[in-house]
């Protein structure tokens, strides 16, 4: 996945090539729904959030990974602050904030200015602020968890002061002191250091079992890819708080996956590419697989799934009643490699073989690009009984070369709902699998590519939901985000096998990443959704007849809300991020009427921040090209004065289904160039981005950059007419994505309308990219072949119009590969273009991290739009003094004769 908005540290502009990531502060969830996992050493070491006191908030496990677009600040666990009752207002049926903006916002019907400025005489933002993570606002995950007995509230947490216990189990309500059953609370260990098999144990991560008798730990960390990490596994009883390895035969061993059975009496997990049983019954384990290895994966993903269609480390799924595994098989043996070099580091931890100390370690990574094999992916499934493994074929199924699987769903009595798309993804097949009987069928097709020409992006979030009778629901079934009339909408499927669903909603406007929950009890869905504004979420609840849709949030004003849900859907953590200072508390939703509620977050430090220093303001607007609506914000430095002409700084980043404007609470790298440098920064969302419906999204397949790099251009004209802009100083910058149009805006453009541009880790030629990503939006290049050659940055004549522009790439990116930027760079040699400079960051990946690397960029972009915009590159005519120096030196110096 190329790229996304990293709200890691600071919003900046590095992002993988992929779709959306949640933005929740939610539970610190596993892979399935089998477990739960709980980030212990997280835990231990961050009871204090190091942003309070202006250093890094980046963890091991941050700061070397590409940042998803939308993908939150790493949470701090839940740990509870205030037991006062904040001022708060709690209407029926919705949830509604007291809290005021620094600035009144006002609002027309094109124009909304936020309330994130302030014209105080405050002082401005800076750099170093920004890259240490100060402006990040706090944000708390909570851990939720079933109870043995189905009691709902339950979450797993570090104990507090004054509590007992390392890792404990509470009930939500007993936070406030309600009267509910204590016997709900229970301590799962008593010490953060646990002593097992001769070794001293401090885990990063533990998974508590369904019956909460026994934990999961794991120790030894080590980072692999985006998602995915190995290390040592431990089985923790909680009754006589002792561990135990999880294979006693391979203590040592590195696991790449350990999965709790539902049922708690079994612990499937993965080594070296291979599947394995632990029954707790037993010490002994049973091999699942045998033949897996270098370019054979058994339930855990390669590169390119983990990466662009599962975002996970997990591929394998128990059934609900734990007597089945279905997991995926990976066969990569076709797809090529890609070398990736390490010229100072050492990141295998290996020691070079004698004589090679004075090379750089090269990783070879299997990596499909556009048009190259991918890897095979087949379903399995393992019978625990029978210890037997048994494929199901089933019916109208994509070719081996053609068949991608996005998930995995299991329903009841052994049933299981599988979705995978084609190669190009616009074709969907949904089958319905029985396992009992090994059988299998077909239940919906959707061809997207004859529905509106686009795509579907790999989801996640289909929510099954059993059959009761009692409370109306004679057959099993499941809800689903499906396309109607142009949008992504809720849709309620029963029987498993009907393809004519209830619509749970419908109109102009967007699910995001639903359903959030559903209440079995009352049949109530509840999501996440764009109904008021693209650029706003908020919560939602429906019934699961498709009547009775009311808010759960305050619709009245801008806002921009998350939720995560009780097992039961009882109560939720909700998160506002905006646009004021963000919150967040936990709210009952069992009733119409919300009748508990608990602040754990209100973030009074950023708060005086904002009130003490000099921020933009931000204006929302509408802007309507080609027929199409567009969002975009518009940041003016603090004081605006519009009889005077800024600079203008056009920040993008506009990968397919993205989202950049939005009204989250935002202060980074483009607000401290507007508060600190004086500059105004515009961001428009252009045709391609998300969350507007898919006539705007699906704009632009098969023709990356072309559409996007016209409205911005478009939009950059409007600008250089308005009165306060100085049309002769204007530049653009992205990273990833938004490097590629950074440099497709300055090819279009040819220095009509930009005078400068800096492009981050851009992708000059999409055949060099991921196959999966890019044949989303491209077609394969054997279906699009001049689609390809247009969306490359071939016309280079074009961008020596401009006056300059900046290239910068991690030498060891692993996503997108330097290869881009120094095919392109040939290319700039070979029609002599050199109004450009480059700068390469030794060992750094896409995130640009390595060896101070992240400091070092941003202050490198910051200076060299501080230079441009003084004029350093403009042209001298006759840059050569009228007056040489020599002859100025032979006029002052008598000449000696003899």
Known sequence: MIMGRSDDLENAEFFPMTRRRSTSGASFRSSTDSGLSVDTAYLENNEHNNFANGTSGVTDETKYRDVEDGEADVDEPFLPTSSRKPAREVAR???????????????????????????????????????????????????????????????????????????????????EGDDVDSQSSRILMNKAVVQANGETLMPTFTWPSPDLNKVLLMSSHEKNWRYSFTGKYWIFDVATQTAQPLDPSVPDGRVQLALWSPSSDAVVFVRDNNMYLRKLSSESVVSITKDGGEDLFYGVPDWVYEEEVITDKSVTWWSNDGKYVAFLRTNESAVPEFPVQYFVSRPSGKRPPPGLENYPE????????????NPVVNLLFYDVEKDEVFPVNVPDDFPDDDRIIIEVLWASEGKVIVRATNRESDAVKIFLIDTKARTGKLVRFEDIANLDGGWVEPSHYTKFIPADPSNGRPDDGYIDTVIHD??????????????????????????????????????????????ESPTQRHVYRVQLDGS??????????????DVSFSDGAGYALLSYNGPSVPWQAIINTQGDEIT??????????????????????????????????????????????????????????????????????????????????GYIVVTLDARGTGYSGRKVRCAVRGNLGYYEAYDQITTAKMWAKKPYVDETRMAIWGWSYGGFMTLKVLEQDAGETFQYGMAVAPVTDWRFYDSVYTERYMHTPEHNPSGYENSSITNVSALSEATRFLLIHGASDDNVHIQNTLTFVDKLDLSNVQNYDMHFYPDSDHNIYFHNAHFMIYERLSNWLVNAFNGEWHQIANPVPEDSIWDSVKRSVPVLTH
């Not at 602020?129 to 009691?151: C, F, K, Y």
């Not at 090269?362 to 094999?373: F, L």
Request: hydrophobic share 30%; proline share 8%.
């Open 362 to 373: 090269v990783r070879q990574i299997k990596y499909p690009k556009a048009g190259s094999p």
């Open 486 to 531: 142009g949008y992504d909408h809720l849709a309620y499927f029963t029987p498993l096998d009907n393809p004519n669903p209830t619509m749970l909603t419908t109109g102009e406007w967007e699910v995001v990443e639903a359903p959030s929950a559903v209440d079995l009890r009352r049949g109530i869905v509840y999501f996440v959704a764009t109904k």
């Open 93 to 175: 049926g919705r949830y509604s904030g007291r809290r005021t903006s620094p600035q009144t916002a006002s609002e027309t019907l094109q124009q909304e200015e936020s309330g994130s400025g302030s014209t105080s005489a405050g002082r401005p933002v800076t750099l170093q602020q920004v890259l240490t993570g100060s402006w990040n606002p706090r944000s708390h995950a909570i851990s939720w968890i079933a109870g043995p007995d189905g009691e709902d509230g339950l979450l797993v947490q570090r104990a507090e002061v004054g509590k007992q216990g390392y890792l404990r189990v509470d009930d939500i309500r007993s936070q």
């Open 596 to 677: 508990f509620e608990k602040t754990i977050e209100e973030n009074s430090r950023l708060a005086s921040m904002v009130e003490t220093f000099a921020l933009p303001t931000e204006v929302y607007q509408n802007v309507t090209i080609d027929g199409f609506t567009l969002q975009l914000v518009e940041r003016r430095p603090p004081h605006f004065n519009p009889a005077k002409k800024y600079p203008v700084v056009f920040q993008l980043y506009n990968g397919p289904t993205s989202q950049r404007v939005d009204r989250k609470f935002t202060i980074d790298f483009q607000s401290y160039i507007a508060s600190n440098l």
């Open 548 to 561: 009775n849709l009311q808010p759960l949030t305050d619709t009245s004003k801008p806002g921009f809300y």
